[in-house]
C-alpha cells in the first residue's frame, strides 16, 4: 500500500471549472478501493467550504506572513481524506477559483497557488506534524507545478508525479511577480522556471518531476511536437524517458443510463429502444420539432476555439441543407455565443443553444441526442466523448489526444469486426463530410444498433484505470533519488 497526496487545485463536487475537477474527485476514490492510503488536498474556496459537512483544524502554519489551517473532511459520498489549505484572505471568494467577477484572471493568483503550494510541501515533509507522511505527492497542473520544484531543495523527500491536463494553461507571471514570490533565485534560470522572460509554474512540474503524466497516451505523444506543445515540446522530448500517458475514466455511478436521476427515462443496451423517449423529451425541452427519425446531434463545451467551434459555424450553411437537428449547452467566447444564437434564430426547427452550463441538462443531451459532435482542435483526454459512448450516443470527434484514444471510426473493417464506436475525422476529411458518413450509418438501422452496442460495451470506469496509477507510482518511487527514510 502506497501512501499518496494528491495535490489539486479542484475536484469535484467541491468545486468544478473543467475536467481536472472530475479526474480530482474520481481518481482518489478508485485509488481508496484499491487499498491505497490517499489524502486529497486542495484550497478551501468559499464555494468549498460552503459544500463540505464537518471539518476540523488539524495543524496551522504561518505562511508568506499568513496563517494557514488545514481542515480535514471527507469528500462528499467518499471515504477519501479531504485536507482543506484554508487560507480566507486567498481562497474566501466567491465563484470561479481563478478568475473575478469580469472574468479576469485574479491578480494575485501567482501568490495564491504558491502558498498553495509552499502548503503541500509543508505536509508531503511532514512539518506540520500530521503524523503522516506520503511515498508520493500527485500533483495536477500547473497550480501544483511549484510543488516538485520546491522539494527538490529538500535532502530527503517524496516521489513526485506530475499530471499534465492541458499544456495551454502553463501558470506564467512577469518576473516582477516572480521577484514577489519569495522563490530560490536558481529557479529564474532558462533550465528551470524562466520561459521567455516569464515564470511558469508548469516548467516546474516538467524540470523536477520525477515522472510526468498525460490523461491520455496520444496526447503524451503529441505535446512533444511544436503544435501541442506550447514552446515546452523541447523539454518534453529531452524528458522523455519519464513521460507517459493513462487515460481518464469517467464516474461509471454518476453516468450510467441506467440509473441516471436526470432522464426521462433509463435504459441499458438490453432496452436500448427507450432512448427514444429521451431524444422525444430534448427535442421538446429545445422547442426543436419533435421528428423521431431526424439525426439529432448534441454538443456540450466551452464555446472557444479549442473545441471546434469555429468548425461548427462555418460547416452550419451545409449542415442547415442535411436532415439533422443540434441541440447545444455551453458558455464561453462572446461572439462565438452570439454566433449560435442567431443561427438559432435563423433556423429554429434545425438548431437551437441554451448559453451556460446546466448539469441536469448534460445528462440529457447525452442521453437523448442520437450522437454528440466533439470535433477539438486538440482534446488531453475528453470526458464527454466516453459519457456519450456509456449512453449510445456516438461521438463524432477529430483524430487528436484522447478522442482519438477512445473513439474507433466506423470503417468497412471495424463494422464488420464489431469494434467501431463512432466517426473519426482526420485532416483529409472534413466535419461535414465526416457528418455526412454519420447520417448514411444512422440509415443503416442494423449497423447503427450494433456500433451502438459498441459504444455502450466500452469500459472506461476508474477501476482498471486506477491499477494504471498505481503501477505509475510504484516507477516514480523508484526514480526518486533521495527518498524518505521510513516513509
Same mark, same amino acid.
Given at each position: 500500500?502506497?501512501?499518496?497526496?494528491?495535490?489539486?487545485?479542484?475536484?469535484?463536487?467541491?468545486?468544478?471549472?473543467?475536467?481536472?475537477?472530475?479526474?480530482?474527485?474520481?481518481?482518489?476514490?478508485?485509488? $481508496?478501493?484499491?487499498?491505497?492510503?490517499?489524502?486529497?488536498?486542495?484550497?478551501?474556496?468559499?464555494?468549498?467550504?460552503?459544500? $463540505?459537512?464537518?471539518?476540523?483544524?488539524?495543524?496551522?502554519?504561518? #505562511?508568506?506572513?499568513?496563517?494557514?489551517?488545514?481542515?480535514?473532511?471527507?469528500? /462528499?459520498?467518499? %471515504?477519501?481524506?479531504?485536507?482543506?489549505?484554508?487560507?480566507?484572505?486567498?481562497?474566501?471568494?466567491?465563484?470561479?477559483?481563478?478568475?473575478?467577477?469580469?472574468?479576469?484572471?485574479?491578480?494575485?493568483?501567482?501568490?495564491?497557488?504558491?502558498?498553495?503550494?509552499? !502548503?503541500?510541501?509543508?505536509?508531503?515533509?511532514?512539518?506540520?506534524?500530521?503524523?503522516?507522511?506520503?511515498?508520493?505527492?500527485?500533483?495536477?497542473?500547473?497550480?501544483?507545478?511549484? !510543488?516538485?520544484?520546491?522539494?527538490?531543495?529538500?535532502?530527503?523527500?517524496?516521489?513526485?508525479?506530475?499530471?499534465?491536463?492541458?499544456?495551454?494553461?502553463?501558470?506564467?507571471? /512577469?518576473?516582477?511577480?516572480?521577484?514577489?514570490?519569495?522563490?530560490?533565485?536558481?529557479?529564474? *534560470?532558462?533550465?528551470?522556471?524562466?520561459?521567455?522572460?516569464?515564470?511558469?509554474?508548469?516548467?516546474?512540474?516538467? $524540470?523536477?518531476?520525477?515522472?510526468?503524466?498525460?490523461?491520455?497516451?496520444?496526447?503524451?505523444?503529441?505535446? %512533444?511536437?511544436?503544435?501541442?506543445?506550447?514552446?515546452?515540446?523541447?523539454?518534453?522530448?529531452?524528458?522523455?524517458? #519519464?513521460?507517459?500517458?493513462?487515460?481518464?475514466?469517467?464516474?461509471?455511478?454518476?453516468?450510467?443510463?441506467?440509473?441516471?436521476?436526470?432522464? !426521462?427515462?433509463?435504459?441499458?443496451?438490453?432496452?436500448?429502444?427507450?432512448?427514444?423517449?429521451?431524444?422525444?423529451?430534448?427535442?421538446? *425541452?429545445?422547442?426543436?420539432?419533435?421528428?423521431?427519425?431526424?439525426?439529432?446531434?448534441?454538443?456540450?463545451?466551452?464555446?472557444?476555439?479549442?473545441?471546434?467551434?469555429?468548425?461548427?459555424?462555418?460547416?452550419?450553411?451545409?449542415?442547415?441543407?442535411?436532415?439533422?437537428?443540434?441541440?447545444?449547452?455551453?458558455?464561453?467566447?462572446?461572439?462565438?455565443?452570439?454566433?449560435?444564437?442567431?443561427?438559432?434564430?435563423?433556423? /429554429?426547427?434545425?438548431?437551437?443553444?441554451? #448559453?451556460?452550463?446546466?448539469?441536469?441538462?448534460?445528462?440529457?443531451?447525452?442521453?437523448?441526442?442520437?450522437?454528440?459532435?466533439?470535433?477539438?482542435?486538440?482534446? /488531453?483526454?475528453?470526458?464527454?466523448?466516453?459519457?456519450?459512448?456509456?449512453?449510445?450516443?456516438?461521438?463524432? $470527434?477529430?483524430?487528436?489526444?484522447?478522442?482519438?484514444?477512445?473513439?474507433?471510426?466506423?470503417?468497412?473493417?471495424?463494422?464488420?469486426?464489431?469494434?467501431?464506436?463512432?466517426?473519426?475525422?482526420?485532416?483529409?476529411?472534413?466535419?461535414?463530410?465526416?457528418?455526412?458518413?454519420?447520417?448514411?450509418?444512422?440509415?443503416?438501422?442494423?449497423?447503427?444498433?450494433?456500433?451502438? *452496442?459498441?459504444?455502450?460495451?466500452?469500459?472506461?470506469?476508474?477501476?482498471?484505470?486506477?491499477?494504471?496509477?498505481?503501477?505509475?507510482?510504484?516507477?516514480?518511487?523508484?526514480?526518486?533519488?533521495?527518498?524518505?527514510?521510513?516513509?
Amino acid at each position: 500500500m502506497s501512501k499518496i497526496l494528491f495535490a489539486t487545485s479542484e475536484a469535484y463536487p467541491l468545486i468544478k471549472t473543467g475536467g481536472l475537477a472530475d479526474v480530482s474527485g474520481s481518481l482518489p476514490r478508485a485509488l $481508496v478501493s484499491q487499498k491505497q492510503d490517499v489524502r486529497l488536498i486542495l484550497p478551501a474556496y468559499a464555494d468549498v467550504m460552503e459544500k $463540505v459537512g464537518s471539518c476540523k483544524t488539524i495543524a496551522s502554519q504561518v #505562511v508568506d506572513g499568513l496563517t494557514v489551517n488545514i481542515l480535514e473532511t471527507r469528500l /462528499p459520498g467518499t %471515504k477519501v481524506k479531504t485536507w482543506l489549505v484554508d487560507c480566507p484572505e486567498y481562497f474566501d471568494r466567491p465563484g470561479n477559483p481563478y478568475l473575478d467577477e469580469h472574468n479576469e484572471d485574479w491578480h494575485d493568483n501567482a501568490e495564491r497557488f504558491t502558498l498553495f503550494c509552499r !502548503v503541500v510541501v509543508a505536509v508531503a515533509l511532514n512539518q506540520l506534524e500530521l503524523n503522516w507522511q506520503p511515498d508520493l505527492v500527485h500533483c495536477n497542473d500547473w497550480q501544483t507545478g511549484l !510543488v516538485p520544484a520546491l522539494l527538490d531543495e529538500a535532502p530527503q523527500r517524496p516521489a513526485t508525479l506530475f499530471t499534465i491536463h492541458n499544456m495551454a494553461y502553463q501558470g506564467l507571471f /512577469p518576473f516582477d511577480t516572480f521577484a514577489k514570490l519569495s522563490l530560490p533565485d536558481h529557479f529564474w *534560470h532558462h533550465e528551470t522556471l524562466e520561459f521567455h522572460d516569464y515564470f511558469s509554474f508548469m516548467k516546474g512540474g516538467l $524540470v523536477y518531476a520525477d515522472s510526468i503524466n498525460a490523461v491520455s497516451p496520444t496526447y503524451a505523444e503529441e505535446i %512533444k511536437t511544436p503544435e501541442f506543445g506550447y514552446g515546452l515540446d523541447g523539454l518534453l522530448r529531452y524528458r522523455q524517458s #519519464v513521460v507517459s500517458g493513462i487515460l481518464n475514466g469517467i464516474d461509471t455511478t454518476e453516468w450510467n443510463p441506467g440509473t441516471d436521476k436526470y432522464l !426521462v427515462q433509463t435504459y441499458n443496451r438490453r432496452t436500448l429502444s427507450k432512448k427514444q423517449i429521451n431524444k422525444a423529451a430534448l427535442q421538446q *425541452h429545445f422547442s426543436l420539432p419533435a421528428e423521431p427519425d431526424t439525426l439529432l446531434l448534441g454538443f456540450i463545451g466551452r464555446l472557444v476555439e479549442q473545441k471546434g467551434v469555429d468548425d461548427i459555424l462555418q460547416a452550419l450553411p451545409a449542415l442547415m441543407e442535411l436532415p439533422i437537428q443540434i441541440a447545444i449547452l455551453g458558455s464561453g467566447q462572446p461572439y462565438y455565443e452570439q454566433d449560435f444564437l442567431d443561427w438559432a434564430q435563423r433556423h /429554429p426547427q434545425k438548431i437551437a443553444i441554451t #448559453v451556460g452550463y446546466d448539469e441536469a441538462l448534460a445528462h440529457q443531451i447525452e442521453a437523448g441526442s442520437d450522437a454528440f459532435l466533439m470535433p477539438s482542435r486538440f482534446e /488531453p483526454c475528453g470526458l464527454n466523448q466516453l459519457y456519450s459512448l456509456r449512453y449510445g450516443t456516438l461521438p463524432v $470527434v477529430r483524430d487528436v489526444g484522447g478522442l482519438k484514444d477512445t473513439v474507433t471510426d466506423s470503417q468497412v473493417e471495424t463494422l464488420e469486426n464489431n469494434s467501431a464506436t463512432g466517426i473519426v475525422f482526420s485532416k483529409d476529411e472534413t466535419l461535414v463530410e465526416a457528418i455526412q458518413r454519420l447520417l448514411t450509418l444512422y440509415k443503416d438501422t442494423p449497423k447503427w444498433k450494433q456500433v451502438q *452496442h459498441n459504444a455502450m460495451q466500452q469500459d472506461n470506469s476508474w477501476s482498471h484505470r486506477a491499477c494504471a496509477y498505481i503501477e505509475l507510482y510504484e516507477q516514480t518511487t523508484g526514480r526518486n533519488p533521495r527518498p524518505v527514510k521510513n516513509a
